[in-house]
């Protein structure tokens, strides 16, 4: 199997920063995009941020400019630091990551178990 563990979520006052990582572990032959979704309370889950393999990012218009996502592909880890804070990014914080696990085989998405990021104002 494959798993994703995510951490670094927690309290901050609006304006401050976070980091956020996500380590892929297990069977990995693989891992082709990565990125981060949200879910806040009586919300749908939405997309924030996606990194290819390649390094192309792409961002939700609400986080463009606030939010950086990166990673390593050697520890096979996603990052999103989070700058300038904002009381509605409060939200469960779920990574994912397309992974292959053997050659020859497809792509399946995995997630994490998600962490929770909370915004004071």
């Known amino acids: 199997q494959a798993q994703l563990v995510e951490s670094g979520g927690g309290l901050v006052q609006a304006g401050g920063s976070l980091r956020l990582s996500c380590a892929a572990s297990?069977?990995?032959?693989?891992?082709?995009?990565m990125g981060w979704y949200r879910q806040a309370p009586g919300k749908q889950r939405e997309l924030v941020a996606t990194?290819?393999?390649?390094?192309?990012?792409n961002y939700v218009d609400s986080v463009r400019g606030r939010f950086t996502i990166s990673r390593d592909d050697a520890k096979n880890t996603v990052y999103l630091q989070m700058n300038g804070l904002k009381p509605e990014d409060t939200a469960v914080y779920y990574c994912?990551?397309?992974?292959?696990?053997?050659?020859?085989?497809?792509?399946?998405?995995?997630w994490g178990q998600g962490t929770q990021v909370t915004v004071s104002s």
């Open positions: 990194v290819t393999t390649g390094s192309s990012t």
């Open positions: 297990g069977t990995i032959f693989s891992i082709n995009a």
């Open positions: 994912n990551a397309q992974i292959r696990r053997r050659v020859g085989s497809v792509f399946n998405t995995y």
